[in-house]
């Protein structure tokens, strides 16, 4: 399976409405619940008037369209980059997942996956 890096930085922030949120832009993850608005888009286009931001995330995203019938390849990632003390913020797409981790520990996750043998490209 092939993995590929991202080349940007990712921001996760929380938002009190989506007044400044440009969806013409890249990379826009978006979620709304009873309790919260939650964006993650790359740092350049963080809303000016987010409540909470996270900055520092790289990201990288599983290659293809994955089946819906396919089952754990979220789970055997996570597990790699636990077993390596490595938190995830996940991100699932009607197409693929995407992963992020914290900057510092990005070349550390993807030595990882490719020691488990997923290619990285």
């Known amino acids: ?19 400044d949120v440009d969806l013409s832009h890249d990379y826009y993850f978006l979620a ?7 964006l993650v ?13 996270d900055n520092g995330w790289k990201g990288f995203r599983i ?7 396919l089952i754990g390849i979220l789970s055997k990632i996570s597990t790699i980059l636990a077993n390596e003390k490595i938190g995830i913020f996940a991100i699932s797409t009607y197409n693929t997942d995407y992963i992020l981790v ?11 996956l490719k020691d488990s043998g997923y290619t990285i490209v």
């Open 1 to 19: 399976m092939e993995i590929k890096r991202l080349g940007f930085d990712f921001t996760v922030c929380k938002l009190k409405d989506y007044k």
């Open 32 to 38: 709304q619940t009873d309790e919260e608005i939650s």
């Open 41 to 53: 888009c790359k740092t350049e286009d963080t809303p000016k008037d987010a409540l909470v931001v």
């Open 63 to 69: 290659q293809g369209i994955l089946d819906f019938s």
């Open 102 to 112: 914290k900057k510092e520990n990005f070349e550390r996750a993807l030595k990882a």
